[in-house]
């Protein structure tokens, strides 16, 4: 809901309320954003005066939205010591100590800008005043970028229904004629709120040296600056900032991708915010390059948070009359803490970001073939792992790196996207029909944004490639990035593309990029727009993406990009799902997962099983617990199926039986945080749940467990069971020995023909109860294991080692 009513302008959600008024100088006040400001009568009332229009409602609307915005505005008699009087006109104003939608250089404001221009004479000052608001009824997407959108539900004719709605604020430069507009769209359904920004110059060419998409101007400091940090294969660690003055920055600022670095997704909450209470506002990018977060605290007591497009790497020339789109930025708050805001971004991520045919539809279960055979492979090899991947109950496979050009390792073929006959004499088309006769789907590796200097494309067109003319060129992964900023070189990655992707019955495209940029360099831009070269970049993949998404609409396209190098809002426009990390250990996916948890829902994230010893951190982690980390999100097996023992096979088999089963609320359900080391699933209607629990460190005489839980309907009666699995006998190494009438020793052969006789189940959780009791008091456990204290029945003992985990299934009962 939108209200705008002499200058004062309420953007409400079922929850939240932002508000803003325009001073007597013309700008803007940002007076709140946080939790709901008016009643529930107001409300109402706004939302009459809205979707009716002038009445009785509105002025009552008008009055009730002046004196809120009269109550939370600043009144200062005068400007303060040491600070800048804006203007003869109003010396009482001092932007410097005022909280702003925009701020600019050169009036005054000397915290982070959003906006920073360099005018044709050379001058850097901006004095942005409001001019015009309109309202639309409808979300309207940015021409050149991805965007939120919304689906219209019909609605009869007189009720009042909250939907969603877009204000546009244009503001102009009294002095140089540049106008601005900032865009806001609001999803009352998902309490969430987006901005974004639109420069248009004037009569001058003008240079942008930074435009932010979001500032929010908070009336404290002392907030807490949360943000995602890694590397390759170890991504989304949190960490948390106290922001008592300075400023707390997270950028990417020249990988030229949103980053495993430092995710755009970042929180900014109060010192006692915890998972379930405590204010937290959550703030995400829809853009895939180098970006900037920060927050800034002053000696007023002020705090800004500012997000956008890097400036460290960016500029853009606006000749006269241009118009330069920032990306959108999304923000949410909640007052339930780290999983209240969570579930905001989630909903809107499904409802609002992700789009097409598999945006609700249950994601497939897949085999890849990459950490089974790399590089090795051929046409016999792969069908071979795909009759095993059949009869395990596996819906989905996928050929990975090396299928195509002379590829037999990664220095050379990139770009040239025809197949090697040598490993696929029948081609994609042959394979794909052989796959599929076996009633699998066929999907393939693509990595299009690439060339590699040993290809037929790189000798073809070596200007195409990102480098400085005459200079040496630093390589990534024996690779370079193709100039996208060049319509010829998109037009020749859709039309490659297109081919390939109908080469052949393929319903499934992993698109990997892997690795970063270097020498920014475009032979067709001019020196003094270099600095446009990374933006363009993604103006053109944008346009790549798009085509061929609408092209191929029922393909499911995951992205990729060295495991979670680019997982961002910006690519989820397109691609309903990215690769979370190359490590696919499930210790530290287990980790990684978390991380991304708090800005991305479970069903956007790719996990697989891999083998073990893992191929990232040569550690061992049982098979069950790589399924259990595995199953929170589009689930697959990357590992070699056909090497895997009979006994191996049997539990995989359980376990996609098992996922089969409980799919929807692992990848759909609701997702919520629990202590470390836990999570839980809970289905829409809350009569379904799959909670989660890590044994991350074993030690003796610890046996009581207590599992609590979150979001079950606390009127409701559960059923709490577990997962059954069996238990390994050389788990007990030579302790098996307390109960057996013979010695056997540990690896021996009786050992062996033991574990393969002797079934021993896991525990058994058998509990009826309340949702009440379970969320507020907890399940006491069964006991783990405490020594010889080992009960060979195997119905008594609960978890036993380091890396194991147990999975529990709540049921109404």
């Known amino acids: 809901m939108i209200i705008e009513r002499n200058g004062c302008f309420l953007l409400q959600t079922l929850h939240t309320s932002y508000l803003f008024n325009i001073l007597a100088s013309g700008h803007p006040e940002h007076l709140h954003y946080g939790s709901s400001v008016i009643s529930n009568a107001q409300y109402e009332s706004f939302l009459k005066a809205s979707t009716f229009g002038d009445g009785s409602q509105s002025e009552e609307a008008s009055a009730s939205l002046k004196n809120i915005c009269y109550s939370l505005s600043e009144k200062h008699p005068t400007a303060g010591g040491n600070m800048i009087a804006y203007s003869d006109e109003f010396p009482d104003i001092a932007l410097e100590d005022l909280p702003l939608e925009i701020s600019s250089f050169g009036k005054g404001d000397i915290r982070d800008p959003f906006v920073l221009i360099t005018h044709e004479d050379g001058c850097k000052t901006s004095d942005f005043i409001f001019e015009k608001a309109s ?178 790497t960016f500029g853009w020339v606006l000749d006269k009359k241009e118009k330069f789109e920032t990306p959108e930025s999304v923000m949410t708050f909640d007052m339930g803490g780290f999983n209240g805001m969570s579930s905001h971004m989630h909903d809107f991520v499904r409802k609002h970001i992700v789009r097409g045919k598999w945006r609700d539809k249950n994601r497939p279960i897949l085999i890849n073939s990459w950490e089974a055979s790399y590089f090795k492979f051929t046409e016999s090899s792969l069908l071979k792992l795909a009759k095993e991947a059949a009869g395990l109950g596996i819906e989905l496979f996928v050929m990975d790196d090396g299928w195509f050009g002379k590829r037999n390792d990664d220095k050379s073929s990139l770009g040239d996207w025809y197949e090697n006959k040598d490993k696929l004499p029948n081609g994609i088309k042959g394979l794909s029909k052989k796959i599929c006769d076996l009633g699998l789907m066929f999907g393939i590796w693509v990595e299009p944004e690439m060339v590699n200097e040993d290809s037929d494309l790189y000798r073809t067109h070596p200007d195409w490639a990102v480098q400085v003319p005459g200079h040496a060129h630093s390589k ?57 070269f990374m933006h363009r970049y993604y103006i053109g993949l944008y346009r790549i993406m798009d085509e061929l998404t609408k092209a191929f609409p029922d393909i499911l396209f995951e992205g990729c990009s060295a495991g979670g190098n680019r997982f961002d809002l910006g690519i989820l426009c397109y691609f309903p799902q990215i690769w979370g990390s190359d490590d696919t250990d499930a210790i530290c996916r287990a980790d990684i997962q978390r991380g991304y948890s708090y800005g991305y ?178 399940i006491r456990l069964r006991p783990k294991f405490g020594s010889t204290g080992f009960d060979q029945d195997g119905d008594k003992t609960g978890i036993l080692r380091t890396g194991d985990s147990r999975l529990y299934i709540i049921t109404k009962a």
């Not at 309207?140 to 919304?150: A, F, H, I, N, T």
């Open 476 to 532: 990534g992964r024996n690779q370079m990035n193709l100039d996208l900023t060049r319509k010829e070189v998109q037009d020749y990655v859709i039309e490659s593309m297109k081919k390939v992707f109908a080469s052949g019955d393929i319903s499934y495209v992993k698109w990997d990029m892997n690795r970063i940029f270097s020498d920014y360099y475009s032979k067709q831009l001019t020196s003094d727009r270099q600095d446009e």
């Open 135 to 312: 309202v639309n009824n409808e979300i309207k997407e940015p021409s050149s970028l991805p965007g939120s959108y919304d689906e219209k539900e019909e609605t009869p004719i007189g009720d009042s229904v909250d939907h969603a709605g877009q204000l546009i604020v244009t503001y102009k430069d009294k002095e140089y004629g540049t106008k601005l507009e900032v865009i806001y769209s609001v999803y009352p359904d998902c309490d969430v709120i987006t901005r974004r920004a639109v420069l248009i110059s004037g009569d001058e060419k003008i240079h942008i040296d930074r435009i932010m998409s979001n500032q929010i101007d908070f009336h404290e400091n002392g907030l807490v600056f949360t943000s995602f940090h890694g590397r390759w294969a170890d991504e989304m660690h949190k960490t948390s900032s106290i922001c008592d003055g300075g400023r707390c920055v997270s950028e990417e600022m020249a990988a030229g991708e949103s980053g495993s670095r430092s995710n755009p997704f970042v929180m900014v909450s109060k010192k006692d915010t915890t998972e379930d209470s405590g204010y937290c506002y959550g703030f995400n990018l829809i853009y895939s390059g180098n970006h900037y977060e920060a927050l800034s605290s002053n000696g007023y007591d002020k705090s800004r948070f500012i997000s956008g497009i890097s400036p460290s």
């Open 601 to 778: 829902p479970q069903s956007v994230i790719g996990a697989h099983v891999s083998a073990a010893p893992n191929h990232q951190t040569l550690n061992y982690v049982p098979l069950e617990t790589r399924f259990d980390v595995a199953s929170f999100g589009c689930f697959g097996y990357e590992l070699n199926l056909c090497d895997l023992s009979s006994s191996d096979k049997k539990e995989i088999k359980e376990q996609i039986e098992f996922y089969k089963k409980y799919r929807n609320t692992l990848q759909f359900g609701q997702y919520y945080r629990l202590e470390d080391g836990r999570c839980m699933a809970v289905s829409k209607d809350k009569e379904q749940a799959i909670a989660f629990i890590l044994q991350r460190e074993s030690r003796p005489n610890r046996d009581v467990v207590t599992f609590k839980t979150k979001g079950l309907d606390n009127d409701l009666t559960y059923h709490f069971t577990n997962k059954y699995v069996n238990i390994d006998l050389k788990t007990m190494g030579s302790l098996i020995n307390m109960f057996t009438p013979i010695h056997i020793k540990q690896d021996g052969i009786l050992h062996n023909i033991a574990n393969s006789m002797v079934s021993v189940q896991n525990e058994r959780e058998d509990v009826i109860s309340t949702g009440a009791l379970m969320n507020d008091t907890g």
